[in-house]
């Protein structure tokens, strides 16, 4: 049932929300150049990799040896916009409609976290990962990763249709807020580590 209802939804609002697609793929092409979308591996169900989209809110800003610059030196103010309404994630339908994530589950993290995970937080990777998620509603960006992680193994052993919608409704009250973008002292989120519990 929840993949049927992520593949209509998912359809539904690639075409619903196209015209904010293409003006949002315009003014990134027009601010921050090639490429627009920022595309990178996360895992998805059972920790099999996939390619993740969103809309590029940084630029390729290196230093002299060739390395990227931190990520507060290279997202704009145009890029935190985007960010703050969520436009970035609009891609991540495609993904969906795809199968690789679902509208409501654990957000993808990076490849390089799967050996650092505990055995109970790599339950995470039962489902597939979502565009929102419980952790996401309870704060995002704004609270720490053990938090983070208690938040998706609770979703995980407690979801149902009801959590989800309910998840869904939160979601877009906290993108009207724009609560939770980003941790004290980061841009977004810091690095995980490690939380062996």
């Known amino acids: 049932m929840k993949r049927i ?9 690639l075409i619903f929300f196209g015209l904010i697609i293409f003006a949002t793929a315009l003014l990134v092409r027009l ?6 979308f920022f595309k990178q591996l996360r895992p998805g169900l059972h920790g099999r ?31 935190r916009w985007l960010r703050k309404l969520s436009l970035d994630e609009l891609p991540q339908l495609y993904n969906v409609l795809k199968g690789d994530m679902s509208f409501v ?17 790599a339950k995470r990777h039962k489902v597939r990962p979502g565009i929102t998620g419980l952790a996401q509603v309870r704060g995002r ?3 720490s990763w053990q938090e983070k992680l208690d938040l998706d193994i609770w979703y995980i052993e407690n979801r149902t249709f ?36």
């Open 5 to 13: 209802f992520d593949g209509i939804f998912a359809a539904f609002g």
């Open 31 to 36: 601010k921050l150049g090639n490429p627009v």
């Open 49 to 79: 990799p996939f390619m993740l989209y969103k809309f590029r809110t940084m630029t390729d800003l290196k230093d002299d040896h060739g390395e990227l610059l931190p990520d507060g030196l290279r997202l704009t103010s145009f890029g």
């Open 105 to 121: 589950g654990p957000r993808p993290l990076l490849m390089e976290y799967l050996p650092l995970y505990s055995e109970e937080q």
């Open 141 to 143: 960006n704004a609270i």
């Open 162 to 197: 009801f959590l989800d919608m309910k998840i869904l409704l939160l979601t877009v009250i906290k993108v009207f807020r724009s609560e939770g973008i980003s941790q004290a002292g980061h841009e977004t989120m810091e690095r995980f580590t490690g939380l062996h519990t």
